[in-house]
């Protein structure tokens, strides 16, 4: 039987009134378009529905690494009230960013693993979202010199690529949550 979920969890016309109201709040000179998603790339992204964005407003939407088009992305699956899970059922897009940015992730995650085979020393990426993380470890699925982890906490959350058979270590040079209790400074 075909798993899908009820058809209120992913309503079109509820998601077209809240961007409609939202670029108009904001000011934003930008259109959309809902649809069904194809799948390019299906063992990286598999939405159901993508909403892609065009007109004067877009490269804001893009800029810095698509942070804008991102926070709407999550703002939007927030109103659906859609759960982590749920997150891949919806896309948003503008000038074919997701194709390009899984290409540069998969580009870099072979580059990595090439640098740690040679070098037998771990590579931290950036922090990064949670699909951006594995789009990079289902690009080293094949690789059986390296092995990927996901490491560290919230947004600092990240990949580290290890040499095959070398245990995970503490992160380094990576900003770490505070912890203790709240209001408590070192």
Same mark, same amino acid.
């Given at each position: 039987?075909?798993? @899908? =979920?009820?058809?209120?969890? /992913?309503?079109?016309?509820?998601? #077209?009134?809240?961007?409609?109201?939202?670029?108009?709040?904001?000011?934003?000179?930008?259109?959309?378009?809902?649809?069904k998603a194809a799948s390019l790339h299906a063992d990286f992204e598999n939405p159901e529905l993508v909403v892609k964005f065009t007109g004067a407003d877009v490269d804001l939407l893009l800029s810095n690494k698509a942070e804008?088009?991102?926070?709407?992305? @999550? =703002?939007?699956?927030?109103? /659906?009230?859609?759960?982590?899970? #749920?997150?891949?059922l919806i896309q948003f897009d503008a000038n074919d960013y997701r194709m390009l940015r899984i290409a540069e992730l998969r580009l870099s995650a072979l580059t990595v693993a090439e640098k740690v085979k040679k070098s037998r020393i771990p590579f931290e990426f950036n922090p990064m979202n949670s699909r951006e993380r594995r789009i990079i470890h289902l690009a080293l699925r094949n690789e059986p010199e390296v092995r990927s982890e996901s490491a560290g906490m919230g947004p600092y959350r990240q990949v580290v690529v290890y040499p095959a058979g070398m245990p995970s270590a503490p992160l380094k040079n990576r900003p770490q949550p505070p912890s203790g209790p709240p209001g408590h400074r070192h």
């Amino acid at each position: 039987m075909d798993q @899908q =979920l009820p058809a209120t969890k /992913l309503d079109t016309a509820k998601i #077209e009134a809240f961007l409609s109201n939202t670029l108009k709040l904001a000011g934003f000179s930008l259109n959309f378009q809902i649809g069904k998603a194809a799948s390019l790339h299906a063992d990286f992204e598999n939405p159901e529905l993508v909403v892609k964005f065009t007109g004067a407003d877009v490269d804001l939407l893009l800029s810095n690494k698509a942070e804008l088009l991102l926070a709407l992305e @999550q =703002l939007t699956m927030e109103m /659906l009230r859609l759960t982590a899970n #749920e997150h891949s059922l919806i896309q948003f897009d503008a000038n074919d960013y997701r194709m390009l940015r899984i290409a540069e992730l998969r580009l870099s995650a072979l580059t990595v693993a090439e640098k740690v085979k040679k070098s037998r020393i771990p590579f931290e990426f950036n922090p990064m979202n949670s699909r951006e993380r594995r789009i990079i470890h289902l690009a080293l699925r094949n690789e059986p010199e390296v092995r990927s982890e996901s490491a560290g906490m919230g947004p600092y959350r990240q990949v580290v690529v290890y040499p095959a058979g070398m245990p995970s270590a503490p992160l380094k040079n990576r900003p770490q949550p505070p912890s203790g209790p709240p209001g408590h400074r070192h």
